[in-house]
T-cell receptor, first 113, second 115 residues
Framework: QQQVKQSPQSLIVQKGGISIINCAYE??????FPWYQQFPGKGPALLIA?????SEKKEGRFTISFNKSAKQFSLHIMDSQPGDSATYFC????????????FGPGTSLSVIP | GAGVSQSPRYKVTKRGQDVALRCDPI?????LYWYRQALGQGPEFLTY????????KSGLPNDRFSAERPEGSISTLTIQRTEQRDSAMYRC?????????????FGSGTQLSVL
């Protein structure tokens, strides 16, 4: 049973467009929501993260929107570039000190010129 | 070291053999995690350590899988009597400590192929 659901599975966006990836969770004990970016042949790397006490967090072209009541969060990539082509994983972690990060299944993003 | 180091990078073994995968975390990182990642899937949690203590091993698929981190630094994930279904990318990650907002630094992984 997936604790973190993610959609779409794959996404193709024109250069300069907005890429949107959506995630949903069920466990209300989650209180930290990171996004990881993975390029082929590399390990995932933290891109941006949010806690549920805020509804939005922006870092450069990357924005997380968080809807606590709906238990959903999304990643928006503005002005998408070919270099953004990668697999993106949303994730979640419980607030207890000793706990693991649970990853979603991933979204493969291709930004075409 | 500069990053999380895993060895070997590739491991091909025959069904029934034991394998040991090594992870050398970033120096000073307290927490160490093992994940398994199938092609086209997200990392799947296996186990994790704070210092030398194994805090959670709930993700280990069965008793053929074990992990240790005896001195709180290097960790070894051992798979006994390997089976073809064990074939996957095994990734190690470390973080500075176990606080909820600490980011994970992943290694490049060990690609295990069981023939």
């Amino acid at each position: 049973q997936q604790q973190v659901k993610q959609s779409p599975q794959s996404l193709i966006v024109q250069k300069g467009g907005i890429s949107i990836i959506n995630c949903a969770y069920e466990n209300t004990a989650f209180d930290y929501f990171p996004w990881y970016q993975q390029f082929p042949g590399k390990g995932p790397a933290l891109l941006i993260a949010i806690r549920p006490d805020v509804s939005e967090k922006k870092e450069g072209r990357f924005t997380i929107s968080f809807n606590k009541s709906a238990k959903q969060f999304s990643l928006h990539i503005m002005d998408s570039q070919p270099g953004d082509s990668a697999t993106y994983f949303c994730a979640a972690r419980k607030k207890t000190s000793y706990d693991k990060v649970i990853f979603g299944p991933g979204t493969s993003l291709s930004v075409i010129p | 070291g500069a990053g999380v180091s895993q060895s070997p990078r590739y491991k091909v073994t025959k069904r029934g053999q034991d394998v040991a995968l090594r992870c050398d975390p970033i120096s000073g990182h307290v927490s160490l995690y093992w994940y398994r990642q199938a092609l086209g899937q997200g990392p799947e949690f296996l186990t994790y350590f704070n210092y030398e203590a194994q805090q959670d091993k709930s993700g280990l698929p069965n008793d053929r899988f074990s992990a240790e981190r005896p001195e709180g630094s290097i960790s070894t994930l051992t798979i006994q009597r390997t089976e073809q279904r064990d074939s996957a990318m095994y990734r190690c990650a470390s973080s500075l400590d176990q606080r909820a907002n600490e980011k994970l630094f992943f290694g490049s992984g060990t690609q295990l192929s069981v023939l």
